[in-house]
């Protein structure tokens, strides 16, 4: 089942605003054909209560090892981990009775009712049967099962089973949610979906860690993203203050005939705002802090000198962009390292 069948149903969160999920110098290595790989170099997170906290990577950086070493699967090397105020290798089983947990393959079983799921499952943890049956009523409505719920489990298309799985995450309470890949496979009525379910989770006061390689799931969804890449966490914070970091880029197309690109170029490059201004081709690139104030600068200076425009494009700073300013390569393009495709395999 989805999650880890425990005793005791008691909500506890951690205490005093501390953060649901505290990672120091988490390390992880698997042995390989040519030694030993590491799958986490050194890993620190701290994730806030009550917040979505996206883990953004591609395939094979880390972020599959290090959610299962956060919910007890896996040992870590070396590193302290805390979830909801308990140390991970010290008390294991009282950290699953505070977590929710669904994996890339969840664990429904496909040959029940999602409402027998939902009651085995709080059964397992300890639920009476009562209590079970309210809680699953109240997911239920919550995550919009009703429709289907009294179907059996292997009828329901990818979306109904995924916010099932997401129910039997969090039928005891958790204080955090744990999430591996949440809508991977799923089709963009159905992701939208479970984003606002998420959501809801979130609003109602449960934190939620969810790993992902979708940029715009990271970005539309979390309230801050870390930024995975080679066992490395190459980048940290909310998703406007890593597009922050880096310029929007404007690219202007003077009117054909005008031939000093080179001095507007330097003239545009000595606007405060602007970062970098050069020639690319036919067009000039401005990059710039402020895309709003920027381009209202650039275009009054323009005006000025006389400068005749046939076109303007404005590129806004994107997750990729952070990707690829920090490790060299886009997200879009980067896939996992052999050596950790045979590992995840």
């Not at 149903?9 to 649901?20: F, L, P």
């Not at 998703?239 to 202007?252: D, H, S």
């Amino acid at each position: 089942m989805t999650g880890s069948a425990a005793a005791g149903t008691t909500r506890r969160t951690a205490s005093g605003g501390e953060a649901a999920v505290r990672v120091t110098g988490l390390r992880k290595s698997f042995p390989g054909k040519g030694g030993r790989v590491e799958a986490l170099r050194g890993v620190d997170l701290s994730v806030p209560a009550g917040q979505i906290y996206g883990f953004l990577g591609p395939n094979g950086a880390g972020k599959t090892t290090a959610l299962r070493i956060l919910t007890t699967l896996l040992r870590a090397d070396a590193g302290e981990v805390v979830v909801a105020g308990l140390d991970v290798g010290s008390h294991p089983a009282a950290v699953r009775r505070r977590i929710g947990y669904v994996g890339q393959r969840g664990g429904a079983d496909i040959e029940a009712t999602g409402r027998e799921n939902l009651v085995l499952q709080g059964r397992l943890y300890g639920m009476g049967r009562h209590e079970t049956e309210r809680r699953a009523d109240e997911l239920i409505e919550r995550l919009d099962l009703a429709p289907f719920c009294e179907r059996i489990a292997r009828t329901y298309s990818g979306g109904q089973r995924r916010r099932l799985e997401v129910a039997l995450g969090i039928v005891h309470r958790p204080d955090v949610l744990f999430l591996d890949e949440p809508t991977l496979g799923l089709d963009p009525q159905n992701r939208a979906n479970l984003w606002d379910q998420l959501r809801r989770l979130r609003d109602a006061g449960t934190t939620v860690l969810l790993t992902t390689h979708y940029l715009d799931e990271a970005d539309r969804l979390s309230d801050r993203v870390a930024i995975i890449d080679h066992g490395l966490v190459v980048a940290e914070g909310t998703p406007e203050e890593l597009r922050g970091r880096y310029p929007a880029a404007v690219t202007i197309t003077p009117r054909p005939g005008f031939a000093d690109l080179a001095a507007v170029a330097a003239l545009l490059g000595r606007e405060p705002l602007v970062r970098e201004a050069r020639i690319d081709g036919e067009t000039i690139r401005v990059d710039l802090d402020s895309a709003t104030t920027g381009m209202a600068a650039i275009f009054a200076l323009l005006r000025a000198r006389g400068v005749e425009v046939q076109g303007v494009s404005l590129r806004e700073p994107s997750l990729d962009d952070v990707f690829l300013h920090e490790t060299g390569r886009s997200l879009r393009d980067a896939g996992a390292p052999p050596a950790m495709e045979a590992i995840a395999s």
